[in-house]
């Protein structure tokens, strides 16, 4: 008993002095929260002791009870599309990244820490959510030394900019008029749902209207909506919580509209209006000639505009030109083959064919076709029809009686007249076919050109 008093003594004293000191400067408040001392809060800052104890466990998940996930609210704005590279299939984008979590040993109260609701605490100083993009094929560029956003209640905000090279799957088959849609899927890298669930802040449609605000570069991309879904990723037996934004972007069309469909169609246009020389002329074989030449030299200067990879449907629109030019390039020759054929050696004419032709010139088709002074009993001559030029000079020339009574022939001359005459009135029949030829090739050529140019508006347009 004697020995007895020091020892209660000593007791009562330690429990004296626990009491009276200050004690850590973190200790326990009511139910599962922590208050911090204020001692450390001044009109001059804040004492980094004053949170040296949450700082030290930066390396844990800041959790009273590891049962309970940490909820983190996600949200982004779009502020910049940088590139879109259809070959590589991959979407550059600058992101600013809003992630909000509580933390639950950060707590104080403002009244007694200089009227102190919001301080500034360096990112490298707290636990941080290991939320990635699953889509991104670059590491994290953000810039180092950033800060974190943290109040009263333990509520923590951490922005960080980040560069983004995400994969997206790239429709290029409509382009000019194209529209993507790609995917930005944030996740935790670690956490399965046990441990974190992923939450908004923000609407979906606050994060459109702020990201259409913050775009202020009139680039070749604009932004259309911002979607979202939150699936659930299983890799083996973890389940992850995600969250998934399907952002929509359009391509401005203005610059390859000017550079390359207007000039295409300037020289289709003109190389339809060639049918209008005449088909005898020399010149026309040589301008498609030119203009093909021409239009092969427009591609070439223009291919760094279309895409690397792909068919897109422009590139069918050029093919297409192309092999319209070359058709009207053969046309042309084939006119010329027959001009040639019926000047110089003019077959005979098949008795349907002629028939045909009889029907194209017939008067209800605005060609006379009643024989002229001279030429009685010999057929139609060579008229106008609709979009035929003139017949070429004939190379025959019908010898006169005298030619002949001096060629020592003056029997023959009325026979050799009418020989010369049935030459001469077979070589306008092909001519005049050459010219309906012509004509018609024409119209196919308009017709099948309105075909394919409606076709692939239409093609745009859906």
Not at 171 to 185: A, E, G, S
């Amino acid at each position: 008993m004697e020995g007895g008093w020091p020892v209660v003594g000593g007791v009562l004293l330690c429990l004296t002095v626990s009491l009276l000191l200050p004690g850590s400067l973190l200790t326990t408040g009511r139910g599962d929260t922590f208050t911090i001392n204020c001692s450390g809060f001044d009109q001059y800052g804040v004492d980094p002791a004053a949170f040296q104890a949450v700082f030290d466990r930066k390396a844990f998940r800041p959790v009273i009870n590891n049962s309970i996930p940490t909820h983190v609210n996600i949200s982004f704005t779009l502020s910049t599309i940088l590139e879109v590279n259809a070959q590589l299939q991959l979407l550059t984008s600058f992101l600013w990244i809003n992630l909000m979590w509580n933390n639950p040993f950060i707590s104080w109260n403002p009244q007694e820490c200089v009227s102190l609701k919001k301080l500034t605490v360096s990112a490298e100083n707290l636990w941080l959510p290991d939320i990635v993009i699953l889509e991104s094929m670059d590491v994290d560029q953000a810039p180092p030394g950033l800060t974190a956003f943290v109040n009263s209640e333990g509520q923590i905000k951490y922005d960080r900019p980040v560069r983004v090279t995400s994969i997206c799957n790239l429709d290029i088959f409509y382009f000019p008029f194209d529209q993507q849609n790609c995917t930005l899927t944030f996740s935790s890298f670690l956490y399965t749902v046990d441990s974190m669930l992923l939450g908004m802040d923000k609407e979906v449609w606050e994060i459109t209207d702020t990201s259409r605000n913050l775009i202020q570069t009139q680039g070749e991309w604009e932004l259309l909506s911002i979607n979202k879904a939150t699936p659930k990723m299983l890799v083996g037996s973890n389940l992850y919580d995600q969250i998934m934004f399907y952002v929509a972007i359009r391509r401005r069309p203005s610059l390859y509209v000017i550079n390359l469909l207007v000039p295409s169609g300037f020289l289709v246009a003109i190389d339809a209006l060639s049918f209008y020389l005449p088909a005898e002329s020399e010149n026309r074989a040589p301008f498609k000639m030119t203009l093909l030449l021409g239009y092969n030299v427009f591609l070439l200067m223009m291919n760094d505009l279309l895409p690397a990879s792909g068919t897109p449907l422009i590139s069918v629109y050029f093919a297409l030109c192309l092999s319209l030019m070359v058709v009207s390039l053969l046309e042309t020759i084939f006119i010329t083959y027959l001009l040639h054929l019926a000047t110089t050696q003019p077959p005979p004419m098949p008795r349907w064919l002629h028939s045909l032709l009889l029907y194209w010139a017939s008067p209800r088709k605005c060609c006379p076709t009643a024989p002229q002074k001279g030429n009685k009993g010999l057929g139609p001559t060579p008229t106008h029809l609709p979009g035929v030029k003139e017949p070429v000079e004939l190379v025959w020339k019908v010898s006169g009686p005298r030619e002949a009574e001096l060629n020592g022939c003056p029997g023959s001359a009325e026979t050799q007249q009418e020989e010369e005459a049935r030459k001469q009135h077979l070589v306008d029949l092909w001519v005049k076919f050459s010219h309906v030829m012509d004509t018609l090739l024409f119209r196919l050529y308009l017709l099948f050109m309105a075909t394919s140019v409606v076709t692939v508006i239409v093609l745009w347009n859906t």
